[in-house]
C-alpha cells in the first residue's frame, strides 16, 4: 500500500475532479486556474455526484463513472456536495468517504493576514484529526418502539489505531510538538474508551511527540479561552465534526477551512464548508477553503514546490488586503474572480510577515486488513439485555419477567429504563417510556450461557411480551465486555 497515483502517458497525475453543488463549481474553477496557472503536471478527469446525480434517480448519489474514476486515479479534488430535499437518504459525501475508506478527515486552521477575529495576534495554528468512517456517523438507526429512536456508536480498536496513527505521522509531517487526544471516556468507557486507551498505547512509538488526553467538553471551552495551547487533536468522528466548525469559526470562518480525507488508498480534498445555495453562481464567495484544500492535496502528490508558492500568493493576497465578502461585508470586498486573479498575479511572491511550515513526506501508516484485531485468550457469555416494548409500569413487568425466567438458566437481574435502574425500585424519580431493558445474568455464575439456553428465554418472555432486540453480555479475558445501568450494583 502506501501513496499510488495514476500517470498519464504524457506524465502527468491524473486527478478527479468533481465539481459539486451551489457554490463548489465556482470555489474548484478557482483552485483549478491557480494549479493551472502555476504550472503543475497534473491532468483532471471531471466527473459528478451530488444534487445533479440524485435528481437523475442514482441513490448513492454518486455516479459508477466517478466510482471508476477514483479507483483508477486515487486522488480526488472535490467541491461540497447537497443533498436535495426528498432525495437519497444517505449524503453523497458520506457515500465517498465510506466506499474508499478515507477513515482519517484532517482539519487544519491557522491565523491569517487581514481576517480580523476576537483572536488575531495569538497565533492560532492547530489540525483537528477527525476518525471519519465510524461511531455515530456510520449511521445505523433503529426507531426500537414508534416513539423510541437508537443510534448504534461503532468504535473499533482497529479505527482508533488508524486514526491515531494518522494523527501522530501527521503531526510529525507538519513538524508539530504535541497531540491531544479529545474523548468523552469519562461517560462512555467503552466507546470513546476505546479511541482514549488505543492513544495511550500508540503514544509511547512516537517519543518525540506530547501526547495528552482531554476531555471533550473541556477541550470545546480550552479552544475558546486559549487555542494557541493546541497543535493537533485527535477525536472521534461526530467530537470532531463539532470541534472543526468550531475550530474554523475561531480564524474567521468557514470560507477558510480546508480539509484532506485520508485513506490507505485513496484521498478526498474539499473545504469543510458545504455548498452554500444562496450564493451559488453568485461569484462573492471565498475560495480560499478549497485553493487550501488543493495545497494540501498538491504536499499529497509530493508537490511541494507548487505548493509553497500556492500557500504564499494566497497569503500576500491577504496581506496586500484584497479580500472577499466573507470578511470584508460589501464594502471594498472583491468578487471571488478577482480575488483568483489577485492570487495568480501574487505567483512567486513571498509573504513577508507570515511563514509557511516546512512539510516533509507523511509517512501514510500502513495496516493489516485482518479484520480479527483483538485477540482474547478466553470469553464467556453470562447474561443477556433483552429489550422490551411494554405499557405496563416497572414493578408489574419486573414481577413477570422473574416468573418467566422460572425453570430457565437465567434470572432477571434488573430492569433499566433510558438507561437508569427502575427494577427492583431504587427510589428514582426516572420518568419512564415504554421501552425496557431487562438484564438477565446466568444463574450459574461461573457457567457459558448457550444459544439454546437463550432462546428458551426468549420463547418464555415472548409468551407475554414482545422484544425488539437483545445483547449478549459477555466477559472478555475475565473482564466485563458491558457497562453497567445508573444504581445497578
Ligand atoms: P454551508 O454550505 O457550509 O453554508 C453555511 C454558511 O457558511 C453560509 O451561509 C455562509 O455564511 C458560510 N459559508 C460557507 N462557505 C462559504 C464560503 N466559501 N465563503 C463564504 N462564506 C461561506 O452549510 P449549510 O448551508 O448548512 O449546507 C448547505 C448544503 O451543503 C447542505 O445540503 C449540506 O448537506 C451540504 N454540505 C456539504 C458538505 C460537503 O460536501 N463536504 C459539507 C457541509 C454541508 P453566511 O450565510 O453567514 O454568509
Request: proline share 5%; hydrophobic share 35%.
Amino acid at each position: 500500500m502506501g501513496k499510488t497515483f495514476f500517470t498519464t502517458p504524457g506524465g502527468k497525475k491524473l486527478i478527479t475532479v468533481i465539481p459539486g453543488d451551489g457554490i463548489g463549481p465556482e470555489v474548484v474553477r478557482s483552485a483549478q486556474q491557480i494549479i493551472e496557472a502555476r504550472g503543475v503536471p497534473i491532468e483532471w478527469e471531471e466527473r459528478y455526484a451530488g444534487e445533479s446525480v440524485f435528481k437523475m434517480g442514482v441513490p448513492s448519489g454518486v455516479l459508477p463513472e466517478t466510482i471508476e474514476s477514483i479507483r483508477k486515479t486515487r486522488v480526488v479534488l472535490k467541491g461540497p456536495l447537497g443533498t436535495p430535499i426528498g432525495y437519497g437518504e444517505k449524503s453523497a459525501n458520506v457515500t465517498l468517504r465510506k466506499l474508499f475508506e478515507t477513515y482519517g478527515n484532517i482539519r487544519p486552521v491557522r491565523e491569517l493576514p487581514g481576517v480580523p477575529t476576537p483572536f488575531s495576534g495569538r497565533g492560532i495554528d492547530l489540525v483537528v484529526v477527525r476518525e471519519n468512517t465510524e461511531d455515530l456517523y456510520a449511521g445505523i438507526e433503529y426507531m426500537l418502539t414508534p416513539g423510541v429512536a437508537e443510534c448504534l456508536k461503532l468504535i473499533s480498536r482497529k479505527g482508533s489505531e488508524k486514526i491515531v496513527r494518522l494523527a501522530f505521522e501527521f503531526a510529525r509531517s507538519e513538524r508539530r510538538k504535541k497531540v491531544h487526544c479529545a474523548t468523552k471516556s469519562n461517560i462512555m468507557k467503552m466507546t470513546e474508551g476505546t479511541l482514549k486507551r488505543t492513544f495511550e498505547a500508540i503514544a509511547p512509538e512516537y517519543p518525540d511527540i506530547e501526547a495528552q488526553h482531554i476531555i471533550i467538553d473541556n477541550c470545546a471551552h480550552q479552544l475558546v479561552r486559549h487555542p494557541e495551547q493546541f497543535d493537533v487533536i485527535v477525536t472521534t468522528n461526530m467530537n470532531g465534526d463539532i470541534l472543526s466548525d468550531l475550530t474554523s469559526g475561531l480564524i474567521g470562518g468557514l470560507g477558510f477551512a480546508p480539509s484532506a480525507n485520508i485513506g490507505s488508498e485513496v484521498s478526498i480534498f474539499e473545504a469543510v464548508h458545504g455548498s452554500a445555495p444562496k450564493y451559488a453562481g453568485k461569484n462573492t464567495i471565498n475560495p480560499t477553503a478549497l485553493i487550501m484544500s488543493a495545497v494540501m492535496m498538491l504536499r499529497h502528490l509530493d508537490e511541494y514546490e507548487a505548493a509553497l508558492d500556492i500557500e504564499h500568493a494566497v497569503l500576500v493576497t491577504m496581506e496586500s488586503g484584497v479580500r472577499t465578502r466573507d470578511t470584508l461585508g460589501d464594502e471594498g470586498a472583491v468578487s471571488t474572480s478577482v480575488f483568483t486573479d489577485t492570487i495568480i498575479k501574487n505567483l512567486g511572491k513571498r509573504a513577508t510577515n507570515w511563514s509557511v511550515r516546512d512539510y516533509r513526506p507523511l509517512q501514510l501508516p500502513t495496516f493489516s486488513t485482518d479484520p480479527d484485531w483483538v485477540h482474547v485468550t478466553t470469553r464467556r457469555t453470562v447474561g443477556v439485555d433483552v429489550f422490551l416494548e411494554s405499557s405496563l409500569d416497572a414493578e408489574t413487568l419486573g414481577h413477570s419477567l422473574e416468573q418467566l425466567a422460572e425453570g430457565t438458566a437465567l434470572q432477571l437481574k434488573l430492569i433499566s429504563n433510558r438507561g437508569t435502574k427502575v427494577y427492583q425500585p431504587t427510589g428514582a424519580m426516572t420518568d419512564c417510556i415504554d421501552q425496557w431493558s431487562c438484564r438477565f445474568m446466568l444463574a450459574d455464575a461461573q457457567g457459558d450461557l448457550t444459544d439454546a439456553q437463550l432462546f428458551t428465554l426468549l420463547q418464555h418472555i415472548n409468551s407475554q411480551h414482545s422484544f425488539v432486540s437483545i445483547v449478549k453480555l459477555q466477559d472478555f479475558d475475565g473482564q466485563p465486555g458491558y457497562t453497567k445501568s445508573q444504581g445497578e450494583d
